[in-house]
């Protein structure tokens, strides 16, 4: 560890030596930059490549996409610099920026290939699918779906059924409904969360569900 | 599993679950200790309810997790 003024975090050697020559004059800076961009470039890449199968993101587009997650997250790494504290090691804390800017990126990429996907369609039909039912157990699973459905309009504010319905019933992922709806991640989870807990109560109350199971 | 279980499983929330703000907050802290055989749940049980249960902050998670691992 290498010790700065007071104020300043302590910092493993290596991460010290890239806050050292990221804050350098000069060209100890640029090789500094440009050491961190060709990191940052190879795990875009990979980062892509892991979610080539659920993206369809490849070849040229997803090379061009890498460059650009890696450009961004130089960007916010550079603005954010001064509020490393050495916490991780610094590679980690960066490439933390890559793999963000690609889950934003791939979640604006969902509406080019899914155009027509409508937010507040109520396809209640595929909810057993969605929930695991058995397709066998038909009148079991036309009350359930029934109930679930009850509870989602009694039960739910607006925003909460708008959301629980594009993500659990029309199976939008997540990252694309940030994108476009203009939220931040956050908030939507937030909001799905407690229209999940939302719904289980009703059905608990209603006898759908056992209360023992409840707060699992 | 019938299906109320499986029903049950998919409305399931944890008190525990810090949300994605935190997680992300603490994921390159989380990944740290992964990656160095530390018991990151134990020191952030909030983290590690959130990564099981939420689908896009588990995915960064792994992301993370395999470009510390691979020295990248």
Known sequence: ?216 | MNHREQLERVLATDPADVGCEQAIALLHMYADMIATDKDAAREYPGVAAHLAACGPCGEDFQGLLEAVTAGA
């Open chain 1, 1 to 216: 560890m290498i010790p700065h003024d007071d104020d300043a975090p302590v910092l493993d050697p290596a991460s010290a030596e890239w806050i050292s020559a990221l804050t350098a004059a000069g060209r100890d800076r640029e090789a500094g930059l440009a050491r961190l961009h060709g990191l940052l470039i190879r795990v875009a890449v990979h980062e892509l490549r892991r979610r080539e199968a659920s993206s369809a993101v490849t070849g040229a587009e997803l090379d061009d996409m890498a460059h650009q997650c890696a450009a961004d997250a130089m960007l916010a790494i550079l603005d954010k610099l001064d509020t490393f504290r050495g916490e991780s090691r610094f590679t980690t804390w960066a490439y933390k920026f890559v793999v963000l800017e690609v889950s934003s990126k791939l979640g604006r990429h969902y509406w080019r290939r899914h155009p027509t996907t409508l937010l507040d369609a109520e396809d209640w039909e595929r909810l057993p699918d969605r929930f695991g039912v058995d397709p066998g157990e038909h009148a079991e699973r036309a009350d359930l779906v029934k109930a679930v459905q009850r509870a989602v309009e009694e039960t739910l504010t607006d925003h909460q059924r708008r959301l629980f319905t594009a993500i659990v019933v029309n199976q939008v992922p997540l990252d694309a409904l940030v994108s476009q709806l203009g939220l931040n991640r956050n908030a939507v989870y937030k909001a799905v969360f407690d229209a999940r807990r939302k719904i289980r109560l009703f059905l608990i109350a209603n006898g759908y569900l056992d209360e023992r199971r409840q707060g699992r």
